[in-house]
């Protein structure tokens, strides 16, 4: 099971400097996303995932973290997001959110699947000042 996860990572990630440019296109075109605190849910499924142990959720913590109903909530939320990202960057990995994470552990339908951020992502959200270093 693992190493089936594992196959499904990108493995053309793309620079800080991609991300950074990107994520502010992203972000402003998921703005019709339900909104939290006044903030956009896509910026507080990055918050809550950057400040994960180790950067790592599954999708049904995330989905706890930010008052979504459930982990396929996160999941859908986190993959529309992550299809922009991926037309923005121009990669096509065989599940959307790998441009945003690595995967591990679960099935895919099981919300047990850990996400961890990618670096290249933490850094980004790091250099716009959106998060800060830990």
Not at 102 to 124: C, E, H, K, N, Y
Not at 125 to 132: D, P, R
Request: hydrophobic fraction near 40%; proline fraction near 4%; charge should be neutral.
């Amino acid at each position: 099971m693992e190493d089936h996860l594992s196959s499904d990572n990108l493995v053309d990630v793309p620079s800080v400097a991609e991300y950074r440019r990107v994520l502010p296109i992203c972000v402003r075109a998921s703005r019709t996303q339900m909104e939290t605190n006044g903030r956009s849910a896509i910026m507080e499924m990055l918050r809550a995932n950057y400040d994960a142990p180790d950067h790592t959720v599954t999708a049904g913590q995330l989905a706890k973290k930010v008052n979504l109903t459930n982990f396929g909530d996160a999941n859908l939320r986190y993959g529309k997001f992550a299809a922009l990202m991926c037309e923005q960057l121009e990669r096509k990995p065989k599940f959307y959110i790998a441009i945003l994470v690595t995967f591990s552990g679960g099935q895919w339908d099981d919300g047990i699947v850990r996400w961890t951020m990618l670096p290249q992502v933490a850094a980004a959200l790091e250099e716009l000042g959106w998060i800060k270093r830990r």
